[in-house]
């Protein structure tokens, strides 16, 4: 059974830096797409990057451009989202989450992702 665990979450100031972990365990990740989504209360679920887990390829939203980088340890098996310059926009619950890397549709898009994790808080204080 495929197990994805967020942690690193937290309360931070604006500009300040935090780093989420999701360690992923129950199956071989060598095909699939790992991605973090976020979701801020009353709005929709939001991507925010996503990476083949070879690393080679990444993905990023616009929003965070600059200022997140997605990036990951096969041999921990465990992706990161490392977050800068935070913002108060930027207060969500990050959720990590696996698809298959053939699977149709862009690394944005949610419905093709098949496990997700339980998500974490991110708070940015202004």
């Known amino acids: 059974q495929v197990q994805l665990v967020e942690s690193g979450g937290g309360l931070v100031q604006t500009g300040g830096s935090l780093r989420l972990s999701c360690a992923a365990s129950?199956?071989?990740?060598?095909?699939?797409?790992m991605g973090w989504f976020r979701q801020a209360p009353g709005k929709a679920r939001e991507f925010v990057a996503a990476?083949?887990?070879?690393?080679?390829?990444?993905y990023n939203s616009d929003s965070i451009k600059g200022r997140f980088t997605i990036s990951s340890d096969n041999a921990k098996n465990t992706v990161y989202l490392q977050m800068n310059n935070l913002k108060p926009e930027d207060t969500a619950v990050y959720y990590c989450?696996?698809?298959?890397?053939?699977?149709?549709?862009?690394?944005?898009?949610?419905?093709?992702?098949?496990?997700w994790g339980q998500g974490t808080q991110v708070t940015v204080s202004s």
């Open positions: 990476i083949s887990w070879s690393g080679r390829s990444t």
């Open positions: 129950g199956r071989t990740f060598s095909t699939y797409t």
């Open positions: 989450a696996a698809r298959f890397s053939i699977s149709t549709g862009p690394p944005s898009a949610s419905a093709p992702y098949s496990y």
